[in-house]
């Protein structure tokens, strides 16, 4: 028999683990809750709130890099006044099935523990079955009593999952605490909050949220994310955020958000902290901050509203990372069979320690069996498999591997820091929001326009506030103005379109009441590419090639004209938007310096209806 040495590596001493799970005692309970898998599974694989709801205390997570990618981490924490620490291996889960997870103790009540949860269709709901299987270190008439009363408390934990849904509780508020100790400070905090939006009912959703919702919900709002959850506007929701945050009842938060677990692993309150790269621990491996990708702002309350100190009970829980349907873990030169039972669709597979990533697509005629070899490379045809079918997966290395199913369409519900100064509510109100370093934008739509006026009727300032005014109304944010000159950003080039047309709608009727046809004209350039921002002066502007595209374009167009990029006119509600309108459109030919000509078209607007 073979010992397992737990301050070591236990990724290298598989034969040692083989032997404590043979030695296994084993305890479970299960209930049976008239609710689909689907509906349960977010609920109860959140094992970060099932340990704290049922009294575990909170752990001291530390991570060892490990040499072919990703950690091992290693967990400190307390349990009947005794520290336990011990190694976890990672997750291993599919939604909405089982999830599982083994760890190996240095110290305390046990040598060994794997706790699981399985979900199994029955009838019309699901038999949650939760199950324990340990190695005491101490005598189990000992710890058997313990183990059996946190499987008690685990059911009741789901019981009360159960009876807040079938009291109309959405999603995490099932977590939520009671809401009559805290009737008068939700009923102040609502009132202040309706006159910053009347007629809304964010107000009222969000004071909940923030006042009852768990600490680590509370504590990192995320606009997008609430928007869902009470079936609210995002941009409404998020313009309602950024008002109480001017109103000093929430604060922003910029988090670095690692494009591997998409967790928050870093974090600035201004954008002038925010670097160009930061560091994960869990996945050992450091990473580059995009402004559209990875670089999310989110809000937290004022002190004073709620004071919060979050703790984290489950560092491993596959709730951290929504992104991922599964996670399977490949021993070295392991060969093993699962069942796949996914949603038909499009999913990648990625491992921490292979490079890149494999398409598995997922179809009612895909195959019933198929081999999957984890090798030096990722295979390059994609692996088409019927749900349901069994994936056999051969380690051909000598050392422990992690393989993750990712979500293809997974929805981040991520609000960008492109995307929030990409609206002039933000520009206007938190207008020193500014990056010192240079971050890389990938998509950005840019509206390059400058009036040509024949008489002076208008100064700059009041032509700028015309175009700001329609701008902030079509999501959009004026970034650049001097003189006659101003720049725009947009995240849609539709909505920047749009406010072209709305433009020349102003010009127009601002001409009749000068009885001039003509007397105010623009013109205007739009393209839509990579660029970055620049601190223009302590102010947030662009600069890169969809940038200089753009400005190319606008001094090329005519007075009333509108040049556009010809890739975004392949756009079909683009082309219906111009129809609509009865825009005059013509396709043309740029010729450039020892390169093939660029087409670009011609837009010049008559009148109908947007």
């Not at 809401?179 to 959703?205: G, I, N």
């Not at 009852?212 to 994310?225: C, D, H, Q, V, W």
């Not at 039972?341 to 990625?350: E, F, K, R, V």
């Amino acid at each position: 028999m073979k010992f397992v040495n737990a301050s070591l590596n236990i990724l290298d001493q598989r034969e040692a683990l083989d032997d404590l799970r043979a030695q296994v005692k084993i305890q479970e309970k299960s209930l049976v809750l008239n609710f689909s898998r689907e509906t349960l599974w977010p609920l109860v694989s959140n094992t970060d709130m099932l340990n704290q709801k049922i009294g575990l205390q909170s752990t001291l997570n530390r991570f060892s890099p490990l040499e072919q990618g990703g950690s091992l981490m290693q967990v400190e924490t307390k349990a009947a006044g005794l520290t336990q620490a011990y190694q976890e291996l990672p997750f291993e889960w599919q939604e909405p099935q089982f999830l599982a997870v083994e760890r190996i103790y240095e110290q305390g009540l046990f040598k060994y523990l794997r706790f699981s949860i399985g979900l199994e269709a029955h009838a019309e709901g699901t038999r949650l079955t939760c199950r324990i299987e340990y190695v005491p270190s101490a005598p189990d008439l000992l710890i058997a009593p313990a183990v059996k009363d946190n499987l008690s408390k685990m059911v009741k934990f789901w019981e009360r999952i159960g009876a807040a849904l079938e009291n109309g509780a959405r999603g995490v508020e099932v977590f939520f605490e009671a809401e009559a100790p805290k009737q008068k400070s939700l009923s102040a905090l609502v009132s202040r909050w309706q006159k910053l939006a009347p007629e809304s009912s964010l107000p009222s959703s969000l004071a909940r949220y923030l006042l009852l919702a768990p600490e680590r919900y509370a504590g990192r709002i995320r606009p997008f994310e609430l928007a869902a959850l009470y079936d609210q506007n995002p941009l409404e929701t998020l313009q309602f955020c950024l008002k109480a945050t001017w109103a000093g009842d929430l604060h922003l938060r910029w988090d670095l958000r690692c494009p591997g677990c998409k967790g928050p692993k870093e974090n600035s309150l201004h954008l002038a902290g925010v670097t160009d790269h930061a560091y994960c621990p869990s996945c050992a491996a450091g990473y580059q901050i995009g402004f559209d990708q990875n670089l999310e702002l989110s809000f937290f309350p004022d002190s004073a509203l709620r004071a919060l100190e979050e703790d984290h009970f489950c560092a491993g829980s596959p709730a951290n990372t929504p992104h991922l349907a599964g996670q399977l873990n490949i021993w070295p030169l392991q060969e093993r069979e699962i069942q796949i039972n996914l949603l038909p669709g499009d999913y990648a597979l990625h491992s921490l320690s292979l490079p890149g990533e494999s398409l598995l697509r997922v179809s009612e005629q895909g195959e019933t069996h198929c081999h999957l070899q984890l090798g030096e490379v990722w295979p390059e045809e994609p692996l088409e498999l019927s749900v349901g079918a069994t994936l056999r997966i051969t380690n051909n290395k000598p050392y422990f591997r992690n393989l993750q199913i990712e979500k293809t369409e997974w929805d981040a519900q991520v609000c960008s820091a492109a995307l929030v100064n990409s609206l002039q509510a933000f520009r206007e109100l938190f207008a020193a929001e500014t990056p010192v370093e240079s971050l890389p934008v990938s998509r950005l739509s840019i509206l390059e326009c400058e009036f040509v006026p024949n008489q002076a009727h208008f100064t700059p300032e009041e032509l700028q506030e015309v175009l700001r005014q329609i701008i902030r109304e079509r999501d959009g944010a004026l970034v650049f103005a001097q003189e006659l000159r101003t720049r725009s950003v947009f995240q849609d080039p539709l909505d920047a379109l749009r406010a072209i047309w709305a433009l020349q709608q102003r010009t127009n009727e601002l001409n009749q009441a000068l009885h001039e046809n003509s007397g105010l004209q623009f013109k205007a350039g739009l393209a839509e590419g990579v660029c970055e921002t620049w601190n223009h002066d302590g102010r947030l502007d662009y600069a890169g090639e969809a940038v200089e595209w753009a400005d190319f374009l606008r001094d090329l167009a005519q007075a009333g004209e509108v040049l556009m990029d010809a890739s975004l006119f392949q756009d079909a509600d683009l082309q219906w938007f111009l129809y609509r309108v009865r825009a005059q459109v013509g396709e043309s030919q740029i010729p450039l310096e020892g390169q093939d000509p660029i087409t670009v078209y011609s837009l010049r607007f008559q009148g109908g209806q947007a």
